[in-house]
C-alpha cells in the first residue's frame, strides 16, 4: 500500500497536515527490545519546525504518544507498536486560495487529478512535510534496534546552495577511512545545530540560507548518508536489495528527486579498471580494498560501509507570484503561498534520512540476511 | 519477494547465466489482450549480444517460448503468462578461477557470503545480465498494452566515455517541445544500431567503446528514458509512487548506481522560483508549461511526460588482472576474467530500461489509478 | 504482516487488551466517500461488551476517534484512515497468576513460546478479543462503502449449545429464496439484542447461555453469514479467490477454528449431480439456479449470494481449575482464571463477522473485480 | 497475485489445462538444500492421473523439469526454482459446447463473467486440477526441506461416500497417541494404493466410488491431514497464522468447501472444560496434555501436532444431462459433459493436501518462527 513500506519491519505512516493526528504503525519489531523513549524523543525532535531561523516559525512538540507494541516492562512484545503524533497548531485559515490553485512544485495538482477533489488541500494533506515526523518516530525505533548490532547511520547536509560539505569517508574501506569516518559520525552526533561536518562550511550554508529567505525564495540541496556494521551477505538480488529498497523508501521522503550509491552517476564516467574494487585479506575475511560500489554489489553488502546520496528539489512554497489555475473556473489564476515554510528541506531533512536508511537496512537484516550457515 | 516486483501487474524473473532456461512469469495481464509475437521478438532482440563489434560474441537467440497465459486466439486469458528462453549457448569451462576467486566489482563476493558457497557462480548465476532477457520479455508485453493505451516509451544512451547525446525533450511541456519529443522517439523507432538520437554523437560512442574495447577496459554511462501519455493522477502517495516503483525497479537492472527524475540531482542546485512548473489552461484543460518536476509530484503524474535518468557504472569485466582473494583459502589471488563480455553495458541497457519502465507504469496504471468519477 | 490484511483495501490492526489503546489503519478506501460517524458508532456498540446480563460487565465505550483520512467535508480524501479506541477501563490486577501460568485454550503458552517472555499478557495482549473493536470500525467502514454499491452483508448465531437458528436462505437462487433472505437480512437489522432469525431459538439461546454461566462454564457455536449484491465475475483463481480471502481473514476472529462456504462440509457427502448448481436465464442473465456453491466457484462469484459459516469454539476461560504448568519453574499448577468474560463468543462475534466478510468483499471488489469490458 | 501465495517462502503457479506448459516457480527455499529428484518425481506421482480404474484414463507422465534454481551439484542456490511439466496429452475435441455453456459446478461461468469470454475454457483453463501438478513439485520440495528439520506431514482419505477411515490420532497429545500418529504415518507412506490407514475402510470406498461411476455420478469426501515436529512458537497472530496461511492455500485447491482444524465445527457443540487442553510437564517442558486445537492456539503453534480437516465437494463433472445456459445466445441449453474425468477428486487430493500444508507450514517457519532467544 503506497503508505506503508516493508518486508519483515513493516511501517504505515498516516495523517495529514492538518488532521487531529499524524502517526505510523510499525510491525515487525524484534521482541524484547527495551525502547528508550527520551532517546527517541530527541531523535524526532531534530526534525522538528521552530527551532531555527531559516525555519518555519510554526512549533510543533512532535512528541510521540505510543499506545501499543510495548509489554509493561517497556520492552517490544510482539505486537504492533503504534505512535501518534497530535496536531496541536493547525492554522488552515493560511492556506486560501489554493484550494481551487494547485501551487507549482507541490502535489497538490497531481491530487486533484487522481482524487477529484476529495483529497485533503490544506496544508498539503497527506503530501505534507509533517508526515516525516511519524517516519523518524519508526526509523528511531528502528535506529535503537540497529545500535544493538553494531550498526550505526549517519547522514549530512552534503551541499546546499552549491555550497559542499566534507564527504563522508565512504568511498574507500581501508582501515584508516574507516577510522575517519567513524570520527566524521562521532561529530555530527554532538548535537549540531547545521548538520555538516565542516562547521564552516556550515555557516555559509546558514548564510546562503538566510540570503535566499530574503528574497523569497527557497534551496534545494544533498543529504548523504552512511552506514556502517552491516554485516556482508544482507540483501537480496534483483527487486529486494538494498539498493531498490533504499531508494523505494527514499523517494518517498517530499522533494527527492535524486538517488545514488556509492560513486552514483559519477561512476557512469569511470572505466572499469577506476570503479571495480579490489579484494583483499584483512584480519582473516576478505573485504572490498576500496569503496566505489558503496558497499553492494547485486543489490546485497560487501561489508564496506553503505553509502547513499539523495537530492533534493528546492522547497515549492516561494513567497512570490506564480502563475497557476483556478481549477473550480478552469482559468488562469495567480498565486501567492502565505503561510509559514522553511526556505530549505535538506536541513531537517538529515534526521529523515537517517530514519529511512535505518527502517531499510533493519528490514533488510530481518528479511533478506546471510543464510544461517 | 527479490526476483518479484509489481502491484497489480507483477513479473518473477528466474534462471541463472548457464541453467537449462531462464524465464519470467507475469501475472495481472488484462484479459483479452491479443498479443503480437513477431512484435515481442523483435523487441527482445533489440537486446540480444552478438550483433554488434562492440558486444560480446555469445549469441542467443532470445525467442522467448510462452507457455501458459494466452488462450486459443492468442489473447491473455487472466491466468499468468509464463515465457521461457532456453540457455543452449552456455560454457561453462570459461569461468576458471572465479569459482573461488571472487571478480571485483560483480555480485560473486557478496553472493558468497550470504548463501555460503552453494550460490550458483558460472556467468554470475542469477545476477547475470543473462536475466534481462526474461525482463525485456514482460516489459515487452507491457509495453504492448500500453501501447493500446496510447501510451509510449522511448529510452537512449544519453552519455557515454563523457561523449552526451542530444537531451530527450522532456524538461518542457509546451506543445512545441511535446512535439520535438514525438519525433525524437520516432527517430529513436527506426531500429539504429546505436540508440542515440543524434547519430554522430552515437558514432563518436562507439569510437569509445572501441577503443576501451582495445584496451582491454569497459565503460559506463547514463541511460534515458521518457514516456508519454500517462494520464495525470496517476500512482499513490508516499512509497507506492511514480518515482518509488521505478526506482526499485530500475535499481534491479545489473550496474545501476544512480536514479533521478526530471532535473534529478541538477534540481539540488536550482531556487524554488527555478524549478517550480507554473500551470496554465490548454485545451481546456489545466497542465504543467514546464517540466522540471519530470512528470511527477508528490508520486503521482502531472500529465506531463515521465523523465528518468540511470546511472551505469562500467561493466565489471575487465581483462587485466585484478587482486582478489581466494576464498577457500582465504589468500591473496590475482584473478584476471576470461570470456565473452560486452565493453558497455548501456547500450544493450536501452530496451531493458523502456522494458523496466514499461512494466513500472503499466503496474501503476492497473494499480493507482486516478479514482473514477 | 501478521496484523495487517487486504491487499487493495487494507486494514492493519494494533493494540493489546491494556496499551493505551487499541486501533486500526485502514489504508484504500476510495476517496470521496462521505462518512456516516454515527451509523459506524452505531455498528461498532453492537460487539461492545456490558450491555447484556451473559456479558462481561466490563464496560467498553468504544467509541472510535478518526484521527486521519477525511477531508474537512468528512469524506475520505484517499490518504489511510487512523481510527483510535482508548483503552479506559482496564483492571491488571485481575490478571494474577496468568502472567506465569498459561490459561489452557488461551494463545498465553504458545505467545510465550513464540517471544520468550517478552509478549504483553494481562487481558491476553493483541490476542484479546478486545481487538475485534478496531475489526469493526475498519468493517463498518467497508460496509458503508459496499451499502453504496448495492452489497448487503448480514449474520446471525446460526447455532449455539446444540440450539439452531432458522437458517439463512442462501443455498437456493430462486427470486422466492432471494426474497426470503432480503426479509431475513432486515429483520437481523432490527437491533435485536440476541442476533437470531427466529426469535423462540433465541429466547431458548439465552436460557443455555445462562445456565452454562451457572455453571461457570463456557459455548461455542457457529455464526452464519450472508452477502448480496455482489457482481458476479469478482474474485480470483487460486489463492486470492473469495473464499481464500474470507478464510484467511474470519480465522483471524479469536476462537475460530472452521469454516465452509455453501454446503461446506456435508458437500462431503452429496454426490455431483445433487450438489452441482444449473444454470438458468433471468431477467437476460445467466444465473445459478441453485447455490450450493454459496455464490463462489474457482474462487470467483455467480452472482448469487455468498453464505459463510464459521465455528467458534468455546471461550476459554473457565471458572473452575484448571491444571497448567507455571512456566518459570517448569512446575504443574492450578489456575484458576479470574476476571470478567464473555460465556460465549459467538453473540458478540455475530457483527465482527459481517465486519471481517465487509472488508473482504470490498477488498475483492477493489483488488480483483470483473475485467473492464 | 491470485496464482501466487506465500511470505518468505512464495510459490507462483502457472499454465492451463490445455497450455503449452504447466509449471512453478519457488521462491525463498534457503539456498545449500540438495535435492532429491527421484523422491520428489514420486512424490508428484501419487497424484499423477491414470494410474487407477477409477480415474481419469487421461496418462500424464507429470515430470518435472528443473530449469533454474539450483547449482552444479544439485542444490538450491539462492535463486527462484523454477519447474516446467509439459502438457503432452491434451484433448480440446473433447470438450465441445462447453465453450459457450457453462458446467455447472465447474469455474466456466465465474471465469467467463469475469474475463468477458477470453479466459481459456478448454479444461478448465487455469481452473483444471492438472495445476495441482505443480503445486505438488512446489509442496514436493517444501516437504524435503522440513524432512531435514525433522517435520513429517502426512495425509489420508477421512471420509468418502460416507465411509469414514480412521482418524488420525491427533487429537491427544499423550505420548502414546504420539507414537500411535507415528505409525499410522509411516503406514500411509507405504505407497497404497487407496490412502486410507484402515485397509478395509478402504476397499469400501473404492467399492463406492466404482459405483458412483457406473451411475455416472461423483463423490465428495475429506481428506485429514497431520504435521508432526513444528516447534512450539510457529507462527503469528491474526492474520498470518498457521491457521490464516493453511486456510488460505487449502481453499486454493479446486473443489475444497471447508476447512477445520482440531475439533473444528465439532468444538461449537463442546464446553469451554471439555475443549481446553490442560497443559502438563513433560521432560522439562510445558506441552498440551490433549490438543482439541490442533496444534495451534493464537495462530501459533503449541508443539502439538497440527490437525486440519479439508471438505471436497463431489467433482463436477457427471455424465448426465445437466440443465445450463448457452451464453453467446443466452437462452437455456442442455449440457452433457463428455471428455475424461475422476469420480472424485479427494483420492487424488491426498499428495495435493500434504503438499499445500508442507508450503505452508515452510512459509510459516521461514517467516514467522519463534523469536531467537
Chains 1, 2, 3, 4 share one sequence.
Not at 552526533?189 to 556550515?202: C, F, L, N
Not at 498565486?335 to 531537517?348: M, P, Q, S
Request: hydrophobic fraction near 40%; aromatic fraction near 4%; glycine fraction near 12%.
Amino acid at each position: 500500500m503506497p503508505s506503508s513500506m516493508g518486508t519483515a519491519l513493516r511501517v504505515t505512516v498516516f495523517g495529514q497536515s492538518h488532521s487531529p493526528a499524524v502517526g505510523c504503525v510499525v510491525e515487525g519489531l524484534p521482541a524484547g527490545m527495551r525502547v528508550d523513549l527520551e532517546a527517541l524523543a530527541a531523535f524526532v525532535a531534530r526534525r522538528a519546525p521552530g527551532n531555527d531561523p531559516w525555519g518555519t516559525p510554526r512549533r510543533e512538540p512532535d512528541a510521540p504518544r505510543i499506545v501499543s507494541g510495548l509489554n509493561p516492562n517497556g520492552e517490544t512484545c510482539g505486537a504492533p507498536l503504534a505512535a501518534i503524533i497530535e496536531n496541536t497548531n493547525t492554522r488552515s485559515g493560511d492556506y486560501g486560495n489554493i484550494l481551487s490553485v494547485p501551487r507549482p512544485g507541490h502535489a497538490d495538482f497531481a491530487a486533484w487529478a487522481k482524487w477529484h477533489g476529495a483529497q485533503d488541500v490544506p496544508g498539503g494533506g497527506h503530501f505534507s512535510g509533517r508526515l516525516t515526523g511519524p517516519l523518524c518516530v519508526a526509523g528511531g525505533l528502528a535506529l535503537q534496534w540497529l545500535e544493538g548490532r553494531g550498526v550505526r547511520v549517519a547522514a549530512h547536509v552534503a551541499e546546499l546552495a552549491g555550497i559542499e560539505d566534507e564527504p563522508l569517508e565512504a568511498l574507500d574501506n581501508s582501515p584508516a577511512a574507516n577510522a575517519r569516518l567513524a570520527g566524521q559520525m562521532d561529530a555530527l552526533a554532538d548535537g549540531r545545530r547545521m548538520p555538516a561536518i565542516d562547521a564552516s562550511a556550515g555557516e555559509r550554508m546558514v548564510e546562503a540560507v538566510m540570503s535566499a529567505r530574503s528574497q523569497r525564495d527557497t534551496l534545494g540541496g544533498i543529504v548523504e548518508c552512511a552506514a556502517t556494521g552491516v554485516p556482508a551477505g544482507t540483501g537480496s538480488p534483483m527487486f529486494d536489495g538494498i539498493e531498490n529498497v533504499l531508494a523505494r523508501a527514499l523517494f518517498g521522503i517530499p522533494s527527492v528527486k535524486g538517488v545514488e550509491f556509492g560513486r552514483g552517476f559519477a561512476a557512469a564516467r569511470l572505466r572499469g579498471t577506476q570503479n571495480n574494487d579490489p579484494y583483499e585479506v584483512r584480519d582473516g575475511r576478505c573485504v572490498p580494498a576500496t569503496n566505489n560500489a558503496g558497499g553492494i554489489l547485486g543489490g546485497i553488502t560487501t561489508g564496506a560501509p553503505l553509502l547513499v546520496r539523495c537530492a533534493f528539489k528546492p522547497i515549492s512554497s516561494v513567497m512570490v507570484d506564480q502563475p497557476s489555475v483556478d481549477l473550480t473556473r478552469m482559468e488562469p489564476a495567480t498565486l501567492r503561498v502565505h503561510g509559514r515554510h522553511d526556505t530549505t528541506a535538506v536541513i531537517r531533512a538529515v534526521p529523515v534520512v537517517e530514519a529511512v536508511c535505518a527502517l531499510g537496512i533493519a528490514d533488510a537484516l530481518l528479511a533478506w540476511p546471510a543464510d544461517p550457515q
